[in-house]
């Protein structure tokens, strides 16, 4: 499979869906809270890597494998993006492993 963690096109980063592992652990924690944080942690990273930050984010999806799971990450979602405001789409669907909560893909855009 062929596979980036992001991809930058000019002005544009767009980074691939990112799921709660703790990569300096490799391991996912069980509260989806946690994982919505390192996923945050880890899409910070990227975007830091690629020359561009948090505030560049323009647009965000969230999957999550249960509805009922949605108060639970607010807070973490609000912790990241609450001052950034991106367009957003929330998906409730299933994810490649059951420990998988969470998974969040952004785009972001220097301009």
């Known amino acids: 499979m062929g596979y980036s963690r992001a991809v930058v096109q000019g002005d544009w980063c767009f980074v691939s869906g990112t799921t709660g592992y703790d990569y300096a652990t490799m391991t996912m924690p069980d509260d989806v809270a946690a994982q919505a944080r390192n996923c ?3 899409i910070r990273g ?3 890597s690629a020359g561009f930050a948090m505030e560049d984010i323009v647009r965000v ?3 999550v494998s249960d509805a009922a799971l949605v108060d639970a990450i607010l807070p973490a979602l609000g912790e990241a993006l609450a001052e950034i405001r991106p367009a957003a789409t929330m998906v409730v669907a299933g994810l490649i492993r059951p420990e998988m909560k969470i998974e969040v893909e952004v785009t972001a855009f220097k301009g």
Request: no cysteine; aromatic share 22%.
């Open 40 to 42: 945050f942690a880890t």
């Open 46 to 48: 990227v975007l830091e």
């Open 61 to 63: 999806q969230y999957t």
